[in-house]
Nanobody, 123 residues
């Protein structure tokens, strides 16, 4: 059974930083981070293509978040800096067998998901 496991979530004050990690047997071509806040839809945060050649970001996190991958470790990371209270959410790792195309932010593209890690940013 393919799985993905996230870690690194926690509680920080606004302006702080966190680094999320995701690894597991579900590691594949297109890897992405999504997040979901209570009462809101799941939204794509960032994606990274095979070998890290291409990355995509949600507009509101550009310049603050950086996604990366380590194929040798079958792991992806999300470095989150200058965190804001509106970044508070459950963060999920996801993978898809095809490339990270223009549809990278659509959750239906991904068929393997982690259990999530909570990020809470206080003002």
């Amino acid at each position: 059974q393919m799985e993905l496991v996230e870690s690194g979530g926690g509680s920080v004050q606004a302006g702080g930083s966190l680094r999320l990690s995701c690894t597991g047997s579900g590691y594949r071509n297109c890897m992405a981070w999504f997040r979901q806040a209570p009462g809101k839809d799941r939204e794509g945060v960032a994606s990274v293509s095979n070998r890290g050649i291409f990355t995509n970001y949600k507009d509101s996190v550009k310049g603050r978040f950086t996604i990366s991958r380590d194929d040798a470790k079958k792991a992806i990371y999300l470095q989150m800096n200058s965190l804001r209270p509106e970044d508070t959410a459950m963060y999920y790792c996801a993978s898809a067998p095809d490339g990270c195309t223009g549809t990278w932010a659509e959750h239906t593209k991904y068929d393997y998901w982690g259990q999530g890690t909570q990020v809470t940013v206080s003002s």
